[in-house]
């Protein structure tokens, strides 16, 4: 793997986190995500699935993970099933994990070879009560290809129809959302990782050049640090289409006078940054672009001071709408009889802030998480405000990645330049 083995406590004290939440006597079964297949031979880039990892730190396809905490022997508790190597296979794709490798890095004991799953399943199923399967259930999920986790349930339920059996998505959804110090140390590198991609980039833009030449030269500075690449489909928007909330086609020529949105993030170790800036192309904001930057950057402030365990979400996202209203006012957007007439399913303030204010982040971009009750310690949350008006070719959106501490936030990102102020000074330095 390209990133440092990663503490299998973090793995262990996981699958421990998990034991309460199930019934008596249950087994859970997870399965690694599929290698997707591209054209004739070809596959895309290997993701792991990330309840899987979550729970075993392997990072490898063809893999089964079996829980059964209640297991009349020891070496039922836990087991790892992987992909049997041979030469061949060594030859054409490089090593896999041994027994022993899969071990140390899972603290998982028990390691057997794929082959042998059927029959120790099969063993386990005569004994145990309830069984916990695995499915996306992602609020914004929405994949019509059938998983391995999918389609070992249709298996699992035509071999043995009078078992009970329950869901892990709700459970892994609570478990994922307060994250450990050591994945948060893992978000901190992706996030630094981004901020080194973003300091080197940034001088280097100017007027007509490419979108994909931008985002070539942040793949390359995040490739070189020990990333896989983007945690997803990069945003490199300028102009008109900065108000684009996922514009991933980033084949425009950089248009002089005008902003450069970059909606960006590296991953590492499977942990995501979600990072967005807002540049002016020559070096120095409008007057009005500055204002409306500034606006935008006061919304997210604010929300880093509010931000704090025990605040609902609700409550969260209400106080987010009321400054973004404030700013909107104050740039002659919407006029305050605008508010004061507006249906409660349709507020002003969509018209040019449309989409939240902060999700999940982790394993994921958009992890799993509560996001309808309360605001616990060790969240890890981005912050995002945005005011998008098409009509002045002005999209701004800018967005921090956080951490939820006992009285507050740590803020993942503050090496990465957010005031209007020092966009300019970084971008200046192209002239040294």
Request: charged share 25%; with cysteine.
């Amino acid at each position: 793997m390209r990133y440092r083995n990663i503490d299998p406590n973090l793995f262990i004290k996981n699958r421990k986190k998990l034991e309460p939440y199930l019934y008596p006597n249950s087994l859970v079964v997870l399965h690694a995500n599929d290698l997707m297949a591209k054209n004739t031979d070809g596959t895309m880039p290997f993701v792991q699935n990330s309840d899987l990892f979550y729970l075993s730190g392997i990072d490898q396809e063809e893999t089964i993970l079996l829980l059964y905490p209640d297991a009349i022997k020891m070496e039922w508790k836990e087991i790892l099933f992987i992909k049997e190597t041979n030469p061949v296979l060594a030859v054409w794709e490089g090593n896999k994990y041994t027994k022993e490798e899969a071990s140390r890095v899972s603290g998982i004991v028990t390691v057997h070879w794929l082959s042998e799953f059927k029959r120790i399943f099969h063993t386990l199923m005569g004994l145990t009560d309830q069984i916990y399967l695995n499915t996306n259930e992602h609020a914004r999920a929405n994949s019509p290809i059938a998983t391995r986790d999918r389609r070992f349930i249709s298996w699992c339920q035509h071999q043995y129809p009078l078992h009970a059996y329950a869901r892990l998505a709700p459970i892994m959804q609570k478990l994922r959302g307060v994250k450990d110090e050591i994945e948060i140390a893992l978000i901190q590198t992706a996030c630094d990782i981004t901020a080194d991609g973003f300091l080197s980039t940034i001088p280097m833009v100017h007027s007509g050049l490419m979108e994909y030449e931008i985002e070539a030269l942040l793949s390359y500075e995040f490739l070189r640090r020990g990333s896989r690449g983007f945690a997803y489909a990069p945003i490199i928007a300028s102009g008109v289409d900065s108000c684009i909330l996922h514009y991933t086609k980033n084949d425009k020529r950089c248009p002089p006078g005008e902003l450069l949105l970059m909606d960006i993030g590296a991953e590492y170790a499977n942990y995501s940054a979600d990072i967005t800036r807002v540049i002016p192309i020559d070096g120095k904001f409008t007057t009005r672009q500055r204002k409306v930057y500034n606006g935008v950057l006061r919304i997210l402030q604010a929300a880093e001071r509010l931000l704090r365990p025990g605040l609902s979400f609700s409550d969260y996202h209400n106080a987010i709408g009321g400054w973004v209203e404030e700013e909107l006012v104050a740039l002659n957007l919407i006029k305050v009889a605008d508010i004061k007439n507006q249906p409660k399913e349709a507020p002003a303030y969509r018209k040019y802030f449309m989409h939240g204010i902060s999700h999940h982040l982790g394993l994921s971009t958009h992890d799993l998480g509560d996001t309808h009750g309360l605001i616990l310690p060790n969240m890890v949350l981005t912050i995002e405000p945005g005011i998008y008006i098409k009509e002045e070719k002005i999209g701004i959106r800018l967005e921090n990645n956080v951490v939820i501490t006992t009285d507050g936030v740590q803020n993942l990102t503050e090496n990465i330049p957010i005031e209007a102020e020092a966009i300019e000074a970084l971008m200046c330095k192209k002239l040294d």
